[in-house]
């Protein structure tokens, strides 16, 4: 059997993540400190956990809607109006996915023709590459850079636009940089679109997790974005509920029908036990006035300060970031690259780091370090990671 004249070459063409290597050594190490983990250390809340039991002790274990949810939508709905200023559709649009990441798979496929141009900001998560290759259509990084604070700037998106741009992908508050846009950002990249058939994929699944004073504006919210504004979302990073797998689109109608087409084919809907949860989840953050959220971003906020101020400290500058629960310090003064400095850090001091070429040609010279993890573990990887840099 000739394996290579049978796999789909769009599929063959594409690498491993450049995350799993890292992550395939630590789990070889019983000592090692990972910093490279993106999703919280915190237990999803037990009114959460709870309503999952509940659902299975009622015997609720059977498809739902396509659609998801009527109870679980309508929250959603309410959620981005009363958050974000945003107004979306219970009925045709709002889509509950299994996870955000099947939201990226939907609207690659549903919106992508073999040839589509898609703008990715570069250095970004590193599954919006492989999606669009996936649906046949190729991907255009935007270099982003840490003078701007990695944030996507008007000038660099009019360059890269060509009559073959179909998309572009807005993923802020950002990972791997923490990065994030201001309300007067989003808008000159607005301006930029006026005029154009562009679709916009808005990736906020850290929407909630931002710090410093700085407030998210949902991309649909500017004005004349939302008819050509498809919103990702989900509630793994602000309610720690990464392996329920519950995430949501939103979008007009007309840019939504397809994806619920494709959802409706394959995926059919997403757990009910865990919908019941991301109900509950939304039903106790509006009875509480988000209380759980803002807890974890306090405690994320203590540990960005101490990681920023640490890097600097050790004469890798590190930008301040104040979204999503990552740094991206430059390990340019090392003289290594990314991946050098994470693969020796990992075996001199068992400190697990991403290179920065994970998320895309510009993120050499970094590293992503996730301060998702205990102040305890934080203060030991730094410390082993100070002496790393001093034996340099």
């Known amino acids: 059997m000739q394996y290579d004249r049978v796999i789909n070459r769009r599929v063959a063409d594409v690498p491993p993540s450049g995350i799993r290597k890292f992550f395939d050594i630590v789990n070889q190490m ?67 996915t299994v996870g955000a990441s099947e939201g990226i798979d939907l609207a690659m496929r549903a919106l992508i023709c073999p040839g589509d141009e898609v703008l990715v900001p570069d250095p970004g998560y590193v599954s919006y590459v492989p999606c669009v290759k996936f649906a ?31 998309a572009l992908i807005l993923p802020y508050p950002n990972n791997p940089t923490g990065g994030v846009m201001t309300r007067e950002q989003l808008t000159a990249i607005a301006r930029v679109l006026e005029g154009t058939d562009i679709v916009v994929l808005s990736d906020e699944i850290y929407s909630e ?68 949860a991301a109900d509950r989840a939304l039903g106790r953050a509006f009875e509480t006035g988000f209380e759980d959220v803002r807890t974890m971003v306090r405690s994320y906020d203590r540990r960005r300060r101490l990681m920023v101020e640490s890097f600097n400290g050790m004469g890798l500058a590190c930008f301040e970031p104040k979204g999503a629960f990552y740094v991206f310090p430059s390990v340019a003064s090392t ?58």
């Open 209 to 276: 997790l931002v710090y410093n004073g700085h407030e998210h504006t949902a991309f649909a919210a500017i004005e004349g974005m939302r008819e050509r504004t498809v919103t990702l979302n989900g509630f793994s990073k602000a309610f720690a509920m990464t392996g329920w797998r519950v995430g949501y689109i939103c979008a007009p109608r007309e840019l939504l029908a397809p994806m619920f087409k494709i959802h409706q084919y394959t995926m059919l809907c997403a757990s009910i036990m865990s919908q019941n």
């Open 335 to 392: 003289g290594l690259t990314s991946d050098e400095f994470c693969t020796r850090l990992l075996e001199k001091k068992h400190v697990a780091c991403v290179p920065g070429t994970a998320f895309g040609a510009s993120g050499e010279g970094h590293i992503r370090c996730s301060y998702a993890t205990s102040l305890e573990n934080l203060n030991e990887a730094l410390e082993k990671i100070r002496e790393f840099v001093r034996g340099l």
């Open 136 to 166: 046949g259509g190729v991907p255009v990084p935007v270099r982003t850079y840490a003078r701007d604070q990695f944030a996507l700037t008007p000038e660099a998106l009019t360059a890269a636009i060509t009559p073959r741009t179909k």
């Open 30 to 96: 019983p000592d090692a400190i990972s910093l490279g983990v993106g999703e919280p250390d915190f237990v999803t809340p037990w009114a959460i956990r709870d309503a999952a039991i509940q659902s299975i002790e009622e015997g609720q274990t059977q498809y739902t809607s396509n659609w998801g949810l009527e109870s679980l939508r309508e929250k959603i709905a309410a959620y981005l109006r009363m958050r974000y200023h945003v107004t979306y559709s219970a009925k045709n649009e709002i889509l509950v």
